[in-house]
């Protein structure tokens, strides 16, 4: 029970780092389109 509780929360950590990874490269390539005007 408890393994599987910590399964979980790595599944959910994970998804938000990747989450927050894929907002950083939208948030730079807009930032790029933005510079090259």
Excluded: E
Excluded at 15 to 33: E, M, N, T, V, W
């Amino acid at each position: 029970m408890k393994k599987q509780a910590l399964l979980i929360l790595v599944a959910i950590l994970n998804s938000i780092f990747i989450l927050d990874r894929a907002a950083d490269d939208a948030c730079s390539d807009l930032q790029k389109a933005i510079a090259a005007g």
